[in-house]
T-cell receptor
């Protein structure tokens, strides 16, 4: 059981380049989330999805887009990467229900030069 | 004001010690609470949920105080392997999970 899998694990981009981060979960979770984590700060929500075909903005959505075409996959896109987007990105998923915890992928370390 | 606040530490304790962390939250509508641990450069991993009546899992005890809006984590008989950063997480509704910046624990031999 793989849980939540993120690809790639590391990436270096030049300013202005685009890329897509993939999150895949095999736990049949309805809800999926993308976070970024920066030094000295808690995880901040970028976008989330409550089911296939639905997405919504989180706390820091600017510069990112997402898609959830299949229930098990949640894609995070950077259309024109900026140095401020250098961060560690975590995907998480969970079942419906108020007390259900999130389960995290092992992260993508992204550097924008 | 931050939604969730934690003492960043570090807490430096010897093996076998008991250590406690607190976490305060600002929104009285918060519904569920969790403690995660995060090892250096790794993903957060669920340590335990926090229930209203308090709960225990082995050496770990979590408490919730809604009146004062804080949760706590107590670790007894600390092990070297407990060294990590502990994240407090508060959930307000299905999409609003607020993470503290974490409390760093170093357990020394």
């Amino acid at each position: 059981n793989a849980g939540v899998t993120q690809t790639p694990k590391f990436r270096v981009l030049k300013t202005g380049q685009s890329m897509t981060l993939l999150c895949a979960q095999d736990m049949n979770h309805e809800y999926m989330y993308w976070y970024r984590q920066d030094p000295g700060m808690g995880l901040r929500l970028i976008h989330y999805s409550v089911g296939e075909g639905t997405t919504a903005k989180g706390e820091v959505p600017d510069g990112y887009n997402v898609s959830r075409l299949k229930k098990q996959n949640f894609l995070l896109g950077l259309e024109s990467a900026a140095p401020s987007q250098t961060s560690v990105y975590f995907c998480a998923s969970r079942f419906e229900g108020g007390n259900q915890p999130q389960h995290f992928g092992d992260g993508t370390r992204l550097s924008i030069l | 004001r931050k939604e969730v606040e934690q003492d960043p530490g570090p807490f430096n304790v010897p093996e076998g010690a008991t250590v406690a962390f607190n976490c305060t939250y600002s929104n009285s509508a918060s519904q569920s609470f969790f403690w995660y641990r995060q090892d250096c450069r790794k993903e957060p991993k669920l340590l335990m949920s926090v229930y209203s009546s308090g709960n225990e899992d082995g050496r770990f005890t979590a408490q919730l105080n809604r009146a004062s809006q804080y949760i706590s984590l107590l670790i007894r008989d600390s092990k070297l392997s407990d060294s990590a950063t502990y994240l407090c997480v508060v959930n307000i509704d299905f999409n609003k999970f607020y993470f503290g910046s974490g409390t760093k624990l170093n357990v020394k031999p």
